[in-house]
């Protein structure tokens, strides 16, 4: 139990995160904090909060566990405002979808304090932003990726394994540069696709006609190009070299289908495409769970 959570930024994912520490019965008193007032006076409008802090560090004051669910570019501003008050023995902890950054800038910022920060990406999400979308069981059955740095207190770090798995999540462990290799070409570059897709299909002279007859399957390879621009202008970003590796051996991997359709290699084409349906049919039955929503 514990006594008081910190919520710096109280949309979608800190308002969830909150909602499902009430529900378990895992605190006693939720303080939040957003960059829009109106924001935080709607989630203590709507329970996800109970206090609403008038600054990131006063939602920090007083609590022993701390979530930072802010852009990932907004970090290390966050980092800056309550620094002062990191101490050992609370568990802070952030939702971003990038880890490699975070831990660059928390080494940087926290300096000393750094030991008591756990990274975490929670593998759960909504094309719904926002706190009125905010649900006690958005990470319930998902997985929660924590990056711990080697300063970290191994005490925070299994306090954040207890305080994920009793709101359902499954959680694992990973380092930075792993998480984000990985997440680039599982997450970032599906994402990037959609987006490029979209727009290529749009922008023809016809566009707009083609997508009178669209379906199915085009709305569901396309339904991530609806998320979050801002969002996923800062995750590609910060993420830049590892997305640009895995576009680079999609580029190559295109090319090789390509090559056939231009040679008239239908047997080669037919491999390539064998190839990926059953490797895709594989990874279904072997209990894949589909793609991360965020």
């Known amino acids: 139990m514990f006594n008081q959570l910190g919520v710096i930024g109280c949309g979608l994912m800190g308002g969830s995160f909150a909602l499902a520490l009430k ?28 206090v609403a802090a008038e600054s990131a560090l006063l939602a920090v004051a007083g609590s022993d566990i701390v ?29 971003g979808s990038t880890k490699r950054d975070v831990v660059d800038t928390a080494r940087r910022v926290l300096k000393e304090r750094v030991g008591s920060f756990v ?3 929670p593998i759960a999400g909504k094309e719904s932003a926002g706190v009125d979308h905010a649900d006690a069981s958005l990470y ?4 929660v990726i924590l990056t711990p740095l080697a300063q970290t207190s191994p005490d925070l770090v299994q306090k954040a394994t207890d305080v994920w798995s009793a709101i359902g999540a499954q959680v694992l462990k990973m380092t930075a540069e792993n998480h984000d290799a990985a997440f680039a070409a599982v997450s970032h570059l599906p994402h990037l696709l ?37 969002v996923w202008r800062d995750i590609l970003m910060s993420n830049r070299e590892e997305v640009l590796k895995q576009s680079q051996r999609l580029r190559q991997s295109l090319e090789s289908m390509e090559t056939a359709i231009h040679a008239g290699n239908a047997q080669a084409l037919e491999n390539l495409i064998r190839a990926a349906s059953e490797g895709r049919g594989a990874w279904q039955i072997g209990g894949g769970r589909g793609g991360p929503s965020k």
């Open 23 to 50: 529900r378990s019965g895992l605190v006693r008193r939720v303080v939040g904090y957003s960059k829009s007032p109106s924001t935080t006076e709607r989630a203590r409008r709507l329970g996800v909060i109970d």
């Open 119 to 121: 990274p975490a990406h």
């Open 140 to 143: 319930a059955g998902r997985q």
């Open 194 to 230: 959609a987006f490029a897709y979209f727009n290529a299909v749009v922008n023809q002279s016809a566009g707009r006609d083609y997508l009178s007859l669209a379906g199915p399957g085009f709305r569901d390879f396309t339904r991530i190009a609806a998320s979050d621009p801002t």
């Open 67 to 95: 979530l930072i669910a802010v852009p990932v570019a907004a970090t290390e501003a966050t980092f800056r405002a309550i620094r002062h008050l990191v101490e050992p023995g609370v568990l802070f902890m952030d939702v």
